[in-house]
C-alpha cells in the first residue's frame, strides 16, 4: 500500500498556507482602514474574517462587505 505522508504533503501545503495568511492579512488590512461597508460593521466583518480563516470569511468579505469604489 502507498501511504501519504505530511514530507510528500508539503510541496502543497506550504503555497495555500502561504495563501490563506497572506488573504487573511490583507483583509484585516482593509476592515481595519476603511470605515463603510455595504452590510455589517468594522467588528462583525472583523469576527467573520477570523472565525472563517480558511478562505471563507476573507471572500465572504470581499464578496458581501466591502464597498464598492
Request: aromatic share 12%.
Amino acid at each position: 500500500m502507498n501511504t501519504l505522508e505530511i514530507k510528500d504533503l508539503l510541496p502543497f501545503l506550504i503555497p495555500l498556507i502561504i495563501a490563506q495568511f497572506l488573504l487573511l492579512f490583507v483583509t484585516l488590512r482593509h476592515i481595519l482602514t476603511h470605515n463603510s461597508y455595504k452590510r455589517g460593521n468594522r467588528l462583525l466583518w472583523v469576527v467573520v474574517v477570523i472565525l472563517g480563516m480558511q478562505f471563507i470569511g476573507p471572500v465572504l468579505y470581499y464578496l458581501l462587505g466591502k464597498e464598492d469604489a
